[in-house]
């Protein structure tokens, strides 16, 4: 017998949430169930429910940023056990077997890989996301939140600490080196935090000097208005690493001169058009890159790096009746930093 859950749910093309009951498949040998407590709010599930990146299946709950407890296990299931604090992040299952998932990079899975929500199971079944207080995952998909991390502000680590920390990592973020990260907003944050932790002289930088104490709160040596040209000036040539976690359309010649020789730029935001690029901004043998999450073991790495530096996402929490005022609010700007949804709220009032 299928597990009936309450969620949030869009049910149709520019609706407003609703609380649904959801199906979650029976335990297969290898599956875990897992009692969400805190599902993060993540700018994806809002493009995606407003269909900004094309059309989507109705209804959809959305939801990648999910923490819990296991709850049950299947009969083959070797890596957690009931009462374990487990998150679930962008996926929740590969094929195993490419040379991508053989090399811990599931998120690149040829098969593909599925995603947590607005993708389809291989058995063809519509997965759905974490706005629920029960999801059904194989043991792979899941990883182990460490005692010393709360839940609620572990959860939004599963998709935007392991974006801000996957680039961080593979471009080499450490002491010795300078690092900016453009946007201190959901993910910007915690790439502040990040690199901080793996010892790199770090700088917000966002459009004024309104987040310049938050910055340096958050560990950074210090602050930039993309605003100020001065400022630009001042800092042209002395980065070897910037992070963009924003989704606009940026005059990227401007940041790319803030690029020493060698220096990389990482996008890990998506703006809806492109960006307009100089051959002349790769003179100093510049390079721009992009990143798309991490794999599992990675996922898990991360994790445990935040659990060992005391790195937490910086959040408010709200009901389950709120996610709608959340979801224009995060548009605007208005959060400081991640939103979590209380899970035990959803059908409270319903």
């Given at each position: 017998?299928?597990?009936?859950?309450?969620?949030?749910?869009?049910?149709?093309?520019?609706?407003?949430?609703?609380?649904?009951?959801?199906?979650?498949?029976?335990?297969?040998?290898?599956?875990?169930?897992?009692?969400?407590?805190?599902?993060?709010?993540?700018?994806?599930?809002?493009?995606?429910?407003?269909?900004?990146?094309?059309?989507?299946?109705?209804?959809?709950?959305?939801?990648?940023?999910?923490?819990?407890?296991?709850?049950?296990?299947?009969?083959?299931?070797?890596?957690?056990k009931v009462g374990d604090r487990v998150g679930v992040g962008c996926m929740v299952d590969s094929c195993g077997e490419?040379?991508?998932?053989?090399?811990?990079?599931?998120?690149?899975?040829?098969?593909?890989?599925?995603?947590?929500?607005?993708?389809?199971?291989?058995?063809?079944?519509?997965?759905?996301?974490?706005?629920?207080?029960?999801?059904?995952?194989?043991?792979?998909?899941?990883?182990?939140?460490?005692?010393?991390?709360?839940?609620?502000?572990?959860?939004?680590?599963?998709?935007?600490?392991?974006?801000?920390?996957?680039?961080?990592?593979?471009?080499?973020?450490?002491?010795?080196?300078?690092?900016?990260?453009?946007?201190?907003?959901?993910?910007?944050?915690?790439?502040?935090?990040?690199?901080?932790?793996?010892?790199?002289?770090?700088?917000?930088?966002?459009?004024?000097?309104?987040?310049?104490?938050?910055?340096?709160?958050?560990?950074?040596?210090?602050?930039?208005?993309?605003?100020?040209?001065?400022?630009?000036?001042?800092?042209?040539?002395?980065?070897?690493?910037?992070?963009?976690?924003?989704s606009a359309d940026l005059p990227m010649n401007d940041y790319m001169r803030l690029l020493k020789p060698f220096g990389?730029?990482?996008?890990?935001?998506?703006?809806?058009?492109?960006?307009?690029?100089?051959?002349?901004?790769?003179?100093?043998?510049?390079?721009?890159?992009?990143?798309?999450?991490?794999?599992?073991?990675?996922?898990?790495?991360?994790?445990?790096?935040?659990?060992?530096?005391?790195?937490?996402?910086?959040?408010?929490?709200?009901?389950?009746?709120?996610?709608?005022?959340?979801?224009?609010?995060?548009?605007?700007?208005?959060?400081?930093?991640?939103?979590?949804?209380?899970?035990?709220?959803?059908?409270?009032n319903a």
């Amino acid at each position: 017998m299928t597990t009936s859950t309450p969620a949030l749910a869009v049910t149709q093309a520019n609706g407003s949430f609703e609380t649904i009951s959801l199906e979650r498949r029976d335990l297969r040998d290898d599956d875990i169930l897992i009692d969400i407590k805190f599902a993060g709010i993540c700018h994806s599930d809002i493009h995606t429910v407003r269909q900004e990146w094309g059309d989507i299946t109705f209804p959809i709950t959305p939801g990648h940023e999910i923490a819990g407890i296991v709850a049950a296990v299947g009969d083959g299931v070797t890596k957690y056990k009931v009462g374990d604090r487990v998150g679930v992040g962008c996926m929740v299952d590969s094929c195993g077997e490419c040379e991508n998932c053989k090399n811990d990079h599931e998120q690149f899975c040829t098969k593909p890989a599925v995603f947590t929500y607005n993708s389809l199971n291989y058995d063809g079944e519509r997965a759905q996301g974490g706005y629920s207080q029960q999801i059904v995952v194989t043991e792979r998909f899941a990883c182990r939140i460490p005692d010393s991390l709360e839940l609620d502000v572990a959860a939004p680590l599963l998709c935007a600490g392991i974006t801000t920390y996957s680039p961080l990592k593979r471009w080499g973020a450490r002491p010795g080196t300078k690092v900016g990260i453009v946007g201190v907003g959901g993910l910007g944050h915690l790439g502040v935090r990040i690199a901080s932790a793996m010892g790199a002289q770090v700088y917000g930088i966002s459009r004024s000097m309104a987040k310049a104490e938050d910055s340096e709160k958050l560990g950074a040596a210090g602050h930039i208005a993309s605003s100020d040209a001065g400022a630009f000036k001042a800092h042209a040539r002395s980065f070897d690493i910037i992070l963009n976690t924003v989704s606009a359309d940026l005059p990227m010649n401007d940041y790319m001169r803030l690029l020493k020789p060698f220096g990389v730029m990482v996008n890990v935001g998506l703006p809806s058009g492109g960006y307009e690029l100089s051959p002349r901004s790769f003179g100093g043998n510049t390079a721009m890159a992009g990143s798309m999450i991490g794999g599992i073991a990675e996922t898990q790495e991360m994790l445990d790096f935040c659990a060992e530096h005391g790195i937490g996402a910086t959040i408010e929490k709200i009901a389950a009746a709120d996610v709608d005022a959340a979801y224009e609010r995060v548009v605007a700007g208005d959060v400081r930093y991640r939103v979590v949804i209380d899970t035990a709220t959803i059908g409270a009032n319903a």
